[in-house]
């Protein structure tokens, strides 16, 4: 295992990523984690990561108490990236002091040792880094030495062999170090004796066995599938584990997307072999959405809805089998669950979050369900390898991000409002049809068509008319945090507007959304 120690830096999860890609198992936790917590996991390497700290501020994180003597004692190797190599040299005797010259940005380094990280290199090499660094070491702790240095003088790597110390004061993890992957492989298998043996197929295996471990031949575990990547891979992996003890529900909300559910169904009935019970609720959503525009409210509706027919889906199978449900399944990803160490004054906590149901504030607390999170040490692009093991079609697994409160987010104001939902359904298919036959599906985010709710004149087939205003939206994005919208060629969008107003009845007008994320968010409502 290779255990990220995390001070903050917004890299840090990247750091936990380029490992597990190398076929090694890393971890990451809070940098000041307890010494037991650490020594708990058994690291055969501890990258302590960068930060946006200074040695010297006064509440600036550090190692716990006793960890370079457990380094020493246990056979560990440490590799210190930025601050965290400055944390290392400044905890072990030697000197930081706030740079002469500050170094951010791509920067050349020139290898003057041949050893460590830079054991395959030669005397006088040279390579572009990423340096993001105010506080610079100006003086080594015994038996440490540098092993490359910046075009400006500074120190750029260092290394203690005896002690099994290393440092590099840029970050070898992002892209914008061309060589930084090769040093962290030739550092982990060359310099730290790693093997590379996790893959997808172990973490499979290992959670499968976890579970059935877990699950008595008795219990029954319940799953509330969406329709989205996280709850279905999960819901695949625990079924696999204890078959038909698993019991999924589908919402039919009446806010789905055109063919959705019979599209969904069969995915899951078809492909995946999941029993699945089908609730049609959509008169009901409907009928409480009824009148609502206020976007905040129409979600708290969708939320309470939701929870009532899980509930109801809960009991019924109690009253069915006479047995209560005793596990949740739930699609919870690693970067909802990772502690990570916050700078300070950013009012973050060392926090572990567990992410809510997808449209839900939360179940009811009365369920005393126990959880099962299958995917909870996995990235987002790790849960689509498991589901191309676990056979969830290419298609499925690539599928755009869609909100849990579904088009009700999409069609502005009241979404009963005359045939806004039908109107929304047929224009989205067109666009995201039109998306597919381009090729660009896979390049682009989200796309998605917007309900407005405004009337607008034009002239058809020599009549005049006065119709609805649909919007189409599409962003690219690394996490949805932040997006920028995509850039059609005008011929596309020519023609998708033209199949619009051609096919759909009730659109006389297409208009494009060109803002980013921020200042708009990607959903409108
Ligand atoms: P925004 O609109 O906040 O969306 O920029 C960011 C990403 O989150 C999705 N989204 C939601 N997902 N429940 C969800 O499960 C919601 O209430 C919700 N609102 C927005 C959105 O589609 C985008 O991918």
Redesign the pocket.
């Known amino acids: 295992l290779v255990l990220i120690l995390d001070f903050g830096s917004q890299y840090t999860h990247l750091i936990t990523r380029r490992v597990r890609s190398l076929n090694v198992f890393s971890l990451c936790i809070s940098g000041t984690s307890s010494l037991e917590t650490i020594v708990g996991h058994n690291p055969k390497v501890v990258i302590l990561s960068g930060g946006p700290h200074s040695v010297h501020s006064p509440d600036s994180p550090t190692f716990p108490y006793g960890f370079v003597e457990w380094a020493q004692s246990s056979g560990c190797f440490v590799l210190g990236i930025c601050y965290g190599l400055q944390l290392m040299v400044q905890s072990l005797g030697g000197v930081v002091q706030v740079g002469q010259k500050q170094e951010y940005g791509r920067m050349e380094i020139e290898v003057e040792k041949t050893m460590g990280m830079f054991g395959g290199k030669r005397v006088g090499d040279r390579q572009v880094v990423w340096m993001s660094h105010g506080d610079e070491a100006v003086q080594l702790p015994d038996g440490f030495e540098v092993l490359a240095r910046s075009q400006q003088g500074a120190v750029a790597a260092v290394a203690n062999p005896a002690k099994r110390f290393y440092g590099l004061q840029y970050h070898p993890e992002v892209t914008h170090s061309p060589e930084g992957m090769e040093t962290l492989r030739y550092f982990l298998f060359d310099v730290c004796g790693v093997t590379a043996g996790w893959k997808m197929e172990n973490i499979l295996d290992e959670e499968i066995k976890v579970i059935k471990g877990m699950v008595g031949p008795e219990d029954l575990v319940i799953c509330a599938l969406s329709g989205g990547v996280d709850s279905t891979v999960a819901a695949t992996l625990v079924h696999r584990a204890i078959g038909d003890r698993l019991h999924c529900v589908f919402v039919d909300n009446g806010l789905l997307r055109y063919k959705e559910r019979e599209r969904v169904i069969e995915t899951f009935e078809r492909d995946l072999h999941l029993p699945v019970t089908c609730v049609d609720a959509s008169e009901r959503f409907l009928s409480e959405l009824k009148g609502v525009v206020d976007p905040e409210m129409k979600?708290k509706i969708i939320g309470k809805e939701f929870i009532s027919i899980f509930d109801t889906f809960a009991h019924n199978l109690e009253e069915k089998l006479e047995k209560k449900p005793a596990y949740l399944v739930q699609g919870t990803l690693y970067p909802d669950v990772i502690e990570s160490c916050p700078p300070p004054g950013s009012g973050r906590t060392h926090s572990h979050t567990i992410k809510s149901h997808?449209?839900v504030g939360g179940l009811p607390k009365d369920m005393k369900l126990k959880l099962i999170e299958p995917l909870k040490l996995l990235f987002k692009d790790e849960v689509r390898q498991l589901g191309r093991i676990l056979n969830v079609p290419e298609a499925f697994l690539k599928r755009h991000?869609?909100?849990?409160?579904g088009l009700a987010?999409r069609v502005l104001g009241d979404v009963t409002q005359g045939n806004a939902l039908d109107i929304l359904r047929q224009v989205d298919e067109i666009f995201i049809q039109s998306i597919k036959d381009a090729g660009l599906y896979d390049t682009i985010?989200?796309a998605f068509a917007v309900f407005l709710p405004v009337r607008s004149v034009g002239v058809q087939g020599d009549q005049r008319t006065h119709s609805h205003v649909v919007a189409l939206r599409a962003v690219t994005s690394q996490d949805?945090?932040t997006?920028d919208w995509y850039y059609f060629e005008h011929k596309f969008l020519d023609d998708v507007a033209r199949k619009i107003c051609n096919s759909v009845r009730g659109v006389n007008r297409v208009v494009q959304d060109i803002t980013s994320?921020p200042p708009s968010?990607?959903?409108w409502e």
């Open positions: 979600r997808h449209n991000p869609f909100p849990g409160p987010v985010w989200q949805g945090m997006a994320k968010t990607i959903e």
